[in-house]
């Protein structure tokens, strides 16, 4: 059974995730991980969703305000053990129901194309492929995608 609870970007658990998340990404993105890096701060986001199944977190991602109208998800990731098994599809719909709730309309967000696998789930949950945005605008690496929430 798990539990997913609303916390912000102090938890222990979501700092310890987004460690082993940083680390995975490092090996995956090579010499383009300090670009991404730099957008990737985790300090002072309110907005954290942290799954657990017993004591141990799972999954995490947040979401913090892109504009007035959009929350942009940030820091999703899965233990390995635990990918393929749906949790983070529930972690994207806590995020959309948490946007809405807010009142903000849609969620953006920027992932790799050496993500396959995050691309594929964010499509499965109903997110657009949109033009590059802000600092992602010329990254031919970045593929960003939007979803209307509310």
């Not at 990404?25 to 985790?42: I, P, T």
């Not at 983070?88 to 194309?113: D, F, P, R």
């Amino acid at each position: 059974m798990i539990k997913i609870i609303r916390t912000d970007s102090k938890n222990e658990d979501f700092i310890e995730l987004v460690r082993h998340l940083d680390s995975e990404l490092a090996e995956r993105d090579g010499e383009e991980h300090s670009f991404y890096d730099q957008f990737n701060k985790v300090t002072e986001i309110k907005y954290v969703v942290v799954v657990y199944v017993a004591d141990l977190a799972i999954s995490c991602g947040a979401v913090k305000e892109y504009d007035k109208n959009t929350m942009e998800i940030k820091r999703m990731y899965t233990t390995e053990a635990y990918r393929g098994k749906g949790i983070a599809s529930k972690v994207l719909a806590e995020l959309e129901q948490w946007t809405s709730e807010l009142a903000y309309t849609s969620c953006v967000l920027e992932t790799g194309l050496k993500q396959p696998e995050a691309i594929r789930l964010y499509e499965k949950n109903g997110y657009n492929l949109i033009p590059n945005y802000g600092q992602y605008a010329e990254v031919v690496n970045s593929r960003c995608f939007e979803k209307i929430v509310n």
